[in-house]
């Protein structure tokens, strides 16, 4: 079951002061774009916002850390039924889901979360579910582009609720 979370202008600033920070980073340690289809800044703009929506309900801190050497830790969150977390963020609205590259895989994160968020709805994150490290080490593996990367997959269906654990 998907939770909605409404974000107020305070958070959404407080999301963009961060992902341009966390942005300012990425002459040195390069950036996702995804195809060309948004620019870095907006990449690291939705994946805090996503971030920002589980810390409120999960009622835990937004890592508002940057690192200067590495991207992060390693994980998103801590949240204390889930572990180390790991927060993706898709714009797919309708179909989502979970999508964890083979060889990122990260050791160090018992968790991975899903969000959505849509553009048209811009102030609104819904977080899909959660899938733990033995759920996507279970799922099956695919590549979305010919010689894109093997990927574990897990679609809405196949992840839990995070008002759960929330």
Sequence with gaps: ????????????????????KRNAKSARFGSKTY??????EDVHFMGVLSEL??????KTKLDTNIYNNKGDEGFDLVLPKLGRCNVKTTTYKDDPFLRVE???FKEC??????????????KEVQIIGYATKMDIL???QKRLMRY????????EKDLKSLKVVA
């Design 109 to 122: 994160v018992d968790s991975y979360i899903l969000c959505v968020w849509d553009k048209n709805k811009s």
């Design 138 to 140: 279970k799922a099956p």
């Design 1 to 20: 079951m998907r939770i909605i979370i409404k974000l107020s202008k305070d958070q959404i600033k407080l999301a963009r002061d961060l992902a341009t």
């Design 102 to 104: 083979v060889n990122k």
């Design 53 to 58: 929506a589980v810390a409120l309900v999960c």
């Design 148 to 155: 894109g990367p093997l990927n574990y997959i897990l679609t």
């Design 35 to 40: 195809n060309d289809k948004h620019k870095s």
